[in-house]
């Protein structure tokens, strides 16, 4: 007589799709310079797909906190590098910039948005595996307050980028 086996528990597709795109962003964000030239083509990709999965995902209750506190330095060197990849593709004009102040007033930048949202996804990631439950909850909850904002500025000066066809490899003198 076989014994019963458990079968493993189906995970919601857009959870699935959200954990996918996850790894994806952290993967390329952690692959970004030179040995990766096209990675802002890719992440500029990437980032419609993101948007769509974080507000199609059904609501799944409450939601948890913060996971961990995230390690300042480390996403400092993270911001750093992508700035200095970035070069003048990082800043742009947000909404109340004064664009005849020239281009020393833009306040915003790619590499902040960028940042922003790797280490929200990364931290869900870290505890995904353990607590799939919470890893969503906790990404819900920074997406609602954080880095929606991130990623809707991100989105937008990629296709002003991607208009201009700057989106080509880091480095590249445009």
Request: net charge negative; aromatic share 8%.
């Amino acid at each position: 007589m076989n014994a019963p086996t458990k079968q493993p528990k189906q995970r919601d597709p857009g959870v699935q799709q959200i954990l996918t795109l996850a790894r994806r962003y952290c993967d390329w964000i952690e692959a970004a310079g030179p040995a990766a030239p096209h990675w802002l083509r890719e992440v500029a990709l990437l980032l419609p797909w993101l948007h769509a999965a974080m507000t199609s995902v059904p609501d799944h209750g409450p939601r948890a906190g913060p996971v961990n506190p995230v390690d300042l330095d480390a996403r400092f060197d993270l911001y750093s590098r992508l700035r200095a990849l970035l070069a003048d593709r990082d800043g742009y004009f947000l909404e109340f910039d004064r664009a005849q102040e020239g281009l020393d007033a833009r306040t915003g930048s790619l590499a902040d948005d960028l940042t922003d949202i790797y280490c929200e996804l990364k931290g869900g990631l870290r505890i995904f595996d353990l607590d799939p439950q919470r890893a969503l909850q906790t990404w819900l909850l920074g997406y609602e307050g954080h880095w929606r904002e991130h990623l809707i500025d991100a989105e937008r000066h990629l296709a002003m980028l991607a208009a201009a066809d700057r989106l080509g490899p880091v480095g590249d003198r445009d």
